[in-house]
């Protein structure tokens, strides 16, 4: 279920949970700590000013070539990346990122989506057979009760009109967070924890995205790309909210 500014209006009991939500906690911005006027407002948990401050993603082709100096020339099965917003100078923004992460991430990360959607389509990246969520593993999903990447994915879904596809990988392994991990240790956490639902299944030479909310090194995303193509998938590109 999405849950925008649309659907509030439209549902009056989606209306009056989210009205005395409000009123017992009323939305500040995660960045500023200002309340937040949900008429005028753009988002639930961001101000328009700090919305606009936060620094944006360097071109595809930037970050692409960033993602080719991290692996070795064969080891790399990623074709194209585009990200949106860059957080690699700015703390706050990036703290304000993990508390979404974790808490209140279901509720806005489908309108970041479609912000990411429009990038994907300004780029001209839209002719995928499929958007692929990268997989959390379900102990986690159950923990945190969502699994932010299909959030995001399901926005990109609705600017680009692509299908979101969650039953071609699956994570096997509960790896620990990602964030605290140097580079090293982040290729060794993620080797084989990420493989098909089913072995047997043909992707048929399509073309697929994969989605997730961060971009580090690529070792998560490049994995899961490596799965696609092994089930015969011939093009992977990969988009994320944030290019850290
Ligand atoms: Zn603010």
Redesign the pocket.
């Known amino acids: 279920m999405s849950i925008s500014f649309s659907h509030r209006k439209k549902n009056p009991f989606v209306w009056i949970i989210n009205s005395l939500n409000n009123f017992i906690a009323p939305p500040r911005?995660e960045?500023?700590q200002?309340y937040l006027d949900l008429d005028n407002n753009k988002y639930e948990f961001?101000?328009q000013?700090?919305f606009d401050l936060i620094p944006l993603a360097p071109q595809p082709d930037v970050i692409y070539n960033r993602l080719i100096s991290n692996f070795d020339k064969d080891d790399l099965y990623i074709n194209g990346a585009v990200s949106l917003f860059s957080m690699k100078e700015n703390h706050n923004y990036m703290k304000a990122i993990y508390s979404l992460k974790y808490s209140g991430f279901s509720r806005i990360g489908s309108e970041l989506g479609k912000e990411l959607g429009r990038l994907i389509k300004f780029y001209n990246k839209i002719n995928f057979d499929a958007l692929v969520p990268v997989p959390i593993h379900h102990a986690r999903k159950r923990e945190r009760g969502y699994n932010q990447s299909e959030y995001i994915a399901k926005g990109i879904s609705e600017i680009i009109g692509c299908p979101v596809k969650t039953d071609i990988i699956k994570r096997k392994k509960y790896t620990q967070t990602q964030t605290l991990l140097s580079k090293t240790e982040r290729r060794t956490n993620v080797a084989n924890a990420i493989v098909p639902y089913n072995k047997n299944m043909k992707l048929n030479g399509g073309s697929f995205l994969l989605i997730d909310d961060v971009l580090t090194t690529g070792s998560t995303l490049n994995s899961c790309a490596k799965i696609l193509l092994s089930l015969g998938a011939k093009n992977v590109e990969v988009a994320t909210l944030v290019y850290a």
Do not use: M
Request: glycine share 0%; charged share 10%.
């Open positions: 911005c960045i500023c200002s961001i101000c000013k700090c």
